[in-house]
């Protein structure tokens, strides 16, 4: 999604918001831009493309060395990507520039009203009306104008406003998509995202919602929606700059599969004691009380976390026996969801900023369920709106098509789990222990997986030209099989799809042709034998099975020509480590096709809008 830098110091700053705005590349984009203050006028560049074909415009040819800045990446949402359509967007006398994420929601109405009044519009966005509602309440006092205009918006913003009259400063301010203001030596910074700045300083405000800020060389004002003077703690981050970059990977995708093993020890860290069959969630912010009366759960998500949820869905139903629906945000949230006191939400997200999953919170909530939030981004707005929490540790997740969150996800569902069916009765101390220390011999047999991952390189050389895949996958498998089949159709770009395997006969059966590959995970479980009748279905119509199977299983072998042996995990866990080698496969195809792994046509990292 987009990204945003605003910069204020001694520094270069087209060199700063380039550098920043390339670390916000993850987050996907089409066009880019960026305004700054020179001896009284404004500068802007902007066009389409990424940004490496844009260095010369922005870099080499820039005609100043001002220190005093914005930039933006855009994802198109109103207007089709173009140089015009990109940000900063300007007034009518480019007196001011604005940087916008979010979506203005009355822009139709506002733009109208304004060019009646005589300002000229040059682009197709909705943000550009802005920059000409700020013009319009402004007689000398930036601070009154954007505040005033901020008043008539309706929707969701993050902002950031330099102006020719006002050296000294630049103003930002957010209504529900996220921004920071950075504090530096000197020089300060403002950001939709801390990746952007954590290379100049760790010392970062996170900005609340619904309100601005007046960010100076030397220091930072904040006030709330009404102009009140508030009071701010700066916070430090610890994320690692090192764990942002591709650290000898081709790619961070690549980069983070590996990083797996390590994500799940973070994930467990301190949370369990083996001996006492404890768990300790300390953000859970659920009392003991709270646990007993839920008697239902449902999970609500998007994408790879809406998978992680259903497997979740499985771990809660077997240890905790309380029943749980999966529902997609973007569903639940318009479809009067049935949820009350006796219901606990769990929203999962690896960003924290997903529109349609924030929207959803809000709805259980005005319905009076208790929600919590399996999480990320730390500071992120659904950390804000939940109840409790349960951080997943997985670190910064740069490429688009998410992996080790996924897989930290499912981590803390086990953590989730085990605690709950504690609390309930449901599991006995014994039964705890024997989970937590399956779960911590985890990441021993994933780096296994990973250093044995040669033979998937050759079964995607095989198949790197198939123009179809189908994944099937039964119980707590099911979502392996949908997580497997999404990661391939984003970075690849070859349709798949995935099944509950006892579905095929229903329809997909039709598809099975000596063409089509299928991925059956068929790893040892108390369904293995439902399992083999499928694939001999599949093998009866001439279809191609690559098998994910147990190491050991010899009788897989008599049906099928290909197959990726695993090391035998608990039936609970074995979705954790069976989407590695589908990861992998994904990875693999989508790289000898040539693609763009990490940042894959038409998607975001962070879907911030709905
Ligand atoms: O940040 P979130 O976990 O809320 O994001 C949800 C989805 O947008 C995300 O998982 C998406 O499906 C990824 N591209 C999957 O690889």
Known sequence: MCGIIGYIGEKPANQIIFD?????????????????????RLLVKKEVGKLRNLHDMFITDFPSASTHGIGHTRWATHG???????????????????????????????????????????????SEVLAHLIESHYSGNLEVAVRTALQEVEGAYAIVVIHRDHPDCLICARKESPLIVAVGQGENFIAS??????????????????????????????????????????????????????????????????????????????????????????????????????????????????YAGCVGKYMIEKLVRIPVECDLASEFRYREPIVDANTLVVAVSQSGETADTLAAVREARARGAKVLGIVNAKE??????????????????????????????LTAFTLLALLLGKIRGTLTPAAVRREISELKRLPQEIEKVLANSAPIRVLAERFENAHNFLYLGRGINFPTALEGALKLKEISYIHAEAYAAGEMKHGPIALIDKELPVFVIATASAIY??????????????????????????????????????????????????????????????????????????????????
């Open 20 to 40: 920043g705005l390339t670390r916000l590349e993850y987050r996907g984009y089409d066009s880019a831009g960026i305004a700054v203050l020179d001896g009284g």
């Open 80 to 126: 089709r990507p173009s140089g015009f359509n990109a940000h900063p967007h300007g007034d009518c006398k480019t007196s001011l520039m604005v940087a916008h994420n979010g979506i203005i929601e009355n822009y139709i109405k506002l733009k109208t009203r304004l060019t009646l009044a005589g300002h000229v519009f040059l682009s197709e966005t909705d």
């Open 193 to 306: 995202d801390v990746t952007a700045i954590m290379h100049y300083t760790r010392t970062v405000h996170y900005l609340d919602n619904l309100c601005m800020a007046i960010v100076k060389r030397d220091g930072v004002d904040f006030f709330d929606v009404d102009g009140h003077s508030m009071d701010k703690k700066p916070v430090q981050v610890d994320w690692n700059p090192v764990a942002a970059e591709k650290g000898g990977f081709s790619h961070f995708m690549l980069k983070e599969i590996h990083e797996q093993p390590q994500v799940i020890r973070d994930t467990i860290g301190g949370r369990t004691s083996e001996e006492e069959g404890k768990i300790y969630l300390t953000e859970l912010g659920l009392s003991g009380p709270d646990i007993f009366k839920f008697q239902r759960i449902v999970m609500v998500a998007c994408g790879t976390a809406y």
């Open 380 to 409: 992120s707005s659904l950390t804000r709106e939940v109840d409790g929490l349960v951080y997943i540790h997985a670190g910064p997740e740069i490429g688009v098509a998410s992996t080790k969150a996924y897989i930290a996800m």
């Open 529 to 610: 034998d439902k399992i083999i009748s499928n694939v001999k279905e599949v093998q009866a119509r001439s279809g191609i099975v690559i098998a994910l199977a147990t190491e050991g299983d010899e009788e897989i072998g008599k049906y099928v020509e290909h197959v990726i042996y695993l090391p035998r995990v608990s039936e609970l866990l074995s979705p954790i480590l069976n989407v590695i080698p589908l990861q992998l496969f994904a990875y693999f195809v989508a790289d000898l096709r040539g693609l763009d792994v990490d940042q894959p046509r038409n998607l975001a990292k962070s879907v911030t809008v709905e």
